[in-house]
């Protein structure tokens, strides 16, 4: 089964729609995050949820906005998308913080 | 968010060669781990060390965590195609996961 997984894997969209990528966790994690990695494959935290509750918030433009329905669940919804958007977003979970299980990834290209 | 320096960035090597991985940092950390990537995935967790002058061995792979908890090392004995992809080190501070200082990255390519 499949720790942590990410719907969809590529999303290709133009500038200005909104779009949103789901994430679930099945291994009972009590945090899960959103990276960003950029074409440099530099990774940067943006979110953190812990049991629904947003604990870290990075430096993001407002137009991201994280949503947790659950402790399993943590989604991440996009509004009027740009070209610098475009990225792997990954997420995460941990019951120890430092140590992260990353989902295969959402290769977001916007046009 | 700060980064660790790892060097090198790049590296082709054959298989069966040897290799190591740097990571250094001016900063002191409470952990350090490091990940693989493979293309298209999310990184994978390797190992976690936390203690200064610690030593984990993952089979031919050997982690070293410095002795002031500011640097650590990765060596790769007798490299195999399956070593491919990219290593990242990660340390992390007291607290919480905002703490977490990420590495440049190392891209490693492992041809027969």
């Known amino acids: 089964d499949t720790a942590v997984s990410q719907t969809p894997k590529y999303l290709v969209t133009q500038m200005g729609n909104d779009k949103s990528i789901k994430c679930e966790q099945n291994l009972g994690h009590d945090t899960m995050y959103w990276y960003k990695q950029d074409s440099k494959k530099f990774l940067k935290i943006m979110f953190s949820y812990n049991n629904k509750e947003l604990i870290i918030n990075e430096t993001v433009p407002n137009r991201f906005s994280p949503k947790s329905p659950d402790k399993a669940h943590l989604n991440l919804h996009i509004n009027s998308l740009e070209l610098g958007d475009s990225a792997v977003y990954f997420c995460?979970?941990?019951?120890?913080?430092?140590?992260?299980?990353f989902g295969p990834g959402t290769r977001l290209t916007v046009t | 968010t700060q980064l660790l320096e790892q060097s090198p960035q790049f590296l082709s090597i054959q298989e069966g060669e040897n290799l190591t991985v740097y990571c250094n940092s001016s900063?002191?950390?409470?952990?350090l781990q490091w990940y693989r990537q493979e293309p298209g995935e999310g990184p994978v967790l390797l190992v976690t060390v936390v203690t200064g002058g610690e030593v984990k061995k993952l089979k031919r792979l050997t982690f070293q965590f410095g002795d002031a908890r500011k640097d650590s090392s990765l060596h790769i004995t007798a490299a195999q195609p399956g070593d491919t992809g990219l290593y990242l080190c990660?340390?992390?501070?007291?607290?919480?996961?905002?703490?977490?200082?990420f590495g440049t990255g190392t891209r490693l390519q492992v041809t027969l």
């Open positions: 900063s002191v950390f409470s952990s």
């Open positions: 995460a979970s941990s019951q120890v913080f430092y140590e992260q299980y």
């Open positions: 990660v340390g992390g501070k007291d607290g919480t996961a905002s703490k977490l200082t």
